[in-house]
């Protein structure tokens, strides 16, 4: 494993948000779900494009709070404009968790 210095942690903006809009994404070359992510007034809302659909539906994620990073480009997949990185963790299938706050916080709050 290679160590990198805190200030490169720093440079991570690994931020909580809420899901207010969540739909299929069968565009998508892998089974995905669309989302909107509300990250408070400082970055507004983001979309992510998230390989999830083991583990979550569309509509079981409306209200729930996720962390992604916030500071990556925005990127291309196929017809959608992904702006975050949503991020988790596999489980023992290869399926991707949430990683995500076991109580709410703030929107846009950021990860120490």
């Known amino acids: 494993m290679a160590e990198i210095s805190f200030g490169d942690f720093l440079s991570v903006e690994l931020r909580v948000g809420t899901v207010v809009r969540a739909e299929p994404f069968p565009e998508a070359r892998k089974p995905a779900i669309k989302l909107w992510i509300d990250f ?3 970055i507004g809302e983001k979309k992510s494009s998230a390989q999830i659909t083991v583990h979550y539906t569309p509509e079981g994620l409306i209200g729930q709070q996720v962390v992604a990073v916030t500071n990556f480009p925005p ?7 992904s702006e975050v990185l949503v991020c988790g963790f596999t489980d023992e299938n290869g399926n991707i968790v949430l990683a995500k706050p076991d109580q709410d916080v703030p929107n846009g709050g ?3």
Do not use: A, D
């Open 75 to 81: 990127r291309q997949i196929g017809p959608f404009m």
């Open 110 to 112: 950021r990860l120490h």
């Open 40 to 42: 408070g007034p400082e």
